[in-house]
């Protein structure tokens, strides 16, 4: 199943016994069926699963070899699936062995890989049977009953070259030098591995750490398995551990140590995501130019392609939000730090921010007095300013006074209504329209008020602005988009919501104000009605949704369509709206980034033109069109 960029892989342990060939083919091919059910692009079997890794010196008797290919046989003549199936398999080169890896489609065998590094330390000491397939590197092709399949270093590749792949052996993973390196350099986006891998304490964490390190360094897939422990306990006893990763992150794992039982595991690949990671990626262009290898054969595939794909799981919802607790933690202390090394750097310890009651001045605010308490300063040091202007809600500025008051700082206020009065009234505005000067006059005095308050106490202004609002303009041009340090330009509104949530941890005794300010409706408050933000420019969740797959996967306006479509249970119309505002605000409102304050990155995205996106301030966008 081949759609929308994605592929389904498997990785499966089948019930085998030691040196019964036709059981083994036989046991594989009643995992096929079920394969096939999923409609599944590529499954990988374990090392030497054709006749079982503990044959030991069986492998130097004809007999099994003769069994092994002429199960092989049976296999290509009744494959029930029409995907490609990696099996594990010794061969001969007239009297050398190979422990390798059997890629076949349907009745055809596509080509065979050889284990390169063989072990021969504690429990293994496969140099007594086989020989390392660098030996034979002037060797393309092999005679398998009597047709000849091309061998050695291969890359699968079907015919868009968008789903290349590569295979290695269990030791493999483990060199100094792997396989996998050479493999994804290139031109590999997934590499599979036949493994043969005993059950010792600890080793599956390794396996895990090696597994999640390859596909992490080289912007890859990688699909792992192990055979069963069924097979056989003379020595040791097999893990049937199965890790599928991408680019770093678990898809799926099955650990499952049972005498009765197989299992088969199945994941989802962005094919897609992967190739746009490795374009903004310098190491693995430096890898490909250092490890490019014109000895490899490329071998073509088949994919089958469908109009929509099945997904195992659905694609998260919050992409931006961390996937463990303890992240939240990370994200309050790397807050507070940031701020702490620019006082330290100016020489100062005041800092001033504007409290409204809303989510990002909370934030923001708790942020300061975490610093605080991290780096033993006085709170008094904070200097928290509420700026009404007679179009607050009594709720907002209630929680404000209650949320400064619960975290022991002096509320310092400023009412700015007459103050605004007079800048419209001096500018020829009639006061009473309330337009988008209006509203502008309110939050720029407000940031002039902040600054110049700054500048009276020595201090620096806190900026409360988030990474969506960033993305999505929604802030005034040297109004609240200004400060000289913007403390949450580094978290998407999702992630500001769950980390104010974290911080009734940190201070329980204001968990009531902090529940009220997290349900309150966001609102800018600027012209007395209810204002609601999401009501103008869409849900937060949506945009940081589109915003994510935009410029952390690279993904096209035509997919994020449908990924709303699929997953937001959105009609066409609807997404494309969401989708056409989202990118109408992203490049119209670029100015207001170019001139955006510094404020350190925390996820894996940042908008500051400095660094990370970098952008001109007068890019066209073309809208995408609805259909009739």
């Keep these: 199943m081949y759609s929308k960029g994605f592929i389904k892989v498997s990785a499966a342990s089948p019930i085998l016994h030691t040196g019964d060939c ?23 079997f374990p090392e030497m699963c054709v006749c079982g890794y503990s044959v030991a010196d069986l492998v130097f008797q004809d007999y099994l070899y003769d069994d092994t290919i002429k199960a092989i046989d049976f296999l290509l003549k009744n494959n029930p699936f029409n995907g490609v199936v990696i099996i594990g398999s010794f061969f001969k080169i007239r009297d050398s062995i190979l422990n390798c890896a059997c890629v076949i489609q349907k009745d055809k065998i596509l080509g065979i890989v050889p284990k390169s590094y063989l072990p021969h330390t504690n429990e293994f000491y496969e140099t007594r049977w086989f020989v390392s397939g660098l030996e034979f590197k002037d060797v393309k092709e092999i005679d398998v009953n009597g047709k000849m399949i091309p061998f050695g270093k291969l890359i699968f590749s079907n015919d868009d070259k968008l789903v290349q792949f590569g295979v290695e052996i269990c030791e493999d993973m483990w060199a100094p030098m792997p396989p ?13 591995n036949a493994s043969a891998s005993p059950e010792v304490i600890g080793k599956a964490d390794k396996r895990k750490i090696m597994v999640e390190s390859a596909s992490y ?8 398995t192990s055979n069963n422990p069924i097979e056989s306990s003379s020595e040791v006893l097999f893990s049937s551990h199965k890790l599928i990763y991408e680019n770093g992150d678990l898809v799926n794992e099955s650990h499952n140590i049972d005498f009765n039982k197989e299992n088969i595991i199945y994941g989802d690949f962005d094919v897609l995501k992967l190739h746009h990671a490795r374009k903004t990626n310098a190491w693995v262009k430096n890898i490909m130019d250092q490890k490019l290898d014109y000895d490899y054969q490329v071998i073509p595939y088949e994919l089958r392609k469908e109009k929509d794909f099945e997904f195992e799981k659905e694609l998260n919802k919050l992409p931006f939000l961390p996937k463990e607790e303890a992240d939240y933690k990370h994200i309050i202390d790397v807050q507070a730090t940031s701020v702490m090394k620019r006082l330290d750097y100016i020489g100062i310890k005041k800092t001033v921010i504007g409290v409204s009651g809303g989510l990002d001045s909370t934030l923001a605010l708790l942020s300061l007095c975490h610093m605080c308490d991290m780096y033993n300063i006085d709170r008094k040091n904070i200097i928290a300013m509420t700026l009404p202007s007679g179009n607050n809600s009594d709720l907002t500025y209630n929680n404000a006074l209650k949320l400064m008051k619960g975290l022991n700082l002096e509320a310092k206020e400023i009412n700015i209504k007459d103050a605004t009065y007079d800048s ?15 509203e502008n006059v309110q939050a720029r005095y407000r940031t002039f008020t902040l600054m110049n308050t700054a500048n009276l106490v020595g201090g620096i202004v806190i900026g409360t602005s ?11 041009f040297n109004g609240d988009q200004m400060a000289m340090y913007g403390i949450n330009s580094g978290l998407p509104k999702t992630v500001v919501k769950e980390t104010v949530r974290y911080y009734k941890k940190i201070y329980p005794n204001i968990a009531d104000v902090l529940d009220s300010i997290i349900d309150t409706p966001i609102s800018p408050e600027l012209n007395g009605s209810k204002q609601l933000t999401e009501d103008i420019i869409g849900k937060y969740e949506v945009n940081d949704f589109i915003l994510y797959h935009f410029l952390v996967n690279g993904d096209s306006d035509e997919r994020i369509v449908y990924f709303l479509k699929k997953f937001f249970k959105m009609k066409e119309n609807v997404a494309l709206d969401y989708v056409n505002n989202f990118y109408k605000r992203f490049y119209h409102q670029q100015y207001k980034r170019l001139t955006m304050p510094e404020g350190v990155k925390i996820l894996n995205l940042s908008l500051s033109p400095r660094t990370e996106t970098r952008l001109s301030g007068d890019i066209y966008n073309i809208p995408l069109e609805k259909n009739d």
């Excluded at 360094?217 to 699909?223: D, K, S, T």
């Excluded at 020829?428 to 209006?438: A, E, P, R, S």
């Excluded at 988030?466 to 005034?476: F, I, K, P, Q, Y």
């Design 22 to 44: 036709m059981f083994n083919i036989e046991r594989i091919i009643e995992n096929l069926k079920e394969i096939e059910a999923k409609k599944v692009d590529i499954v990988v």
């Design 217 to 224: 360094r080289c912007n890859g897939g990688y699909v792992y």
């Design 466 to 476: 988030d990474m969506s609002e960033v993305a999505l303009g929604w802030s005034t």
């Design 180 to 192: 996998h390196e050479e493999l994804y350099a290139n031109g590999a986006i997934i590499v599979f």
């Design 424 to 438: 419209l009234k001096t500018i020829g505005h009639d006061t009473k329209t309330k337009d988008v000067t209006y």
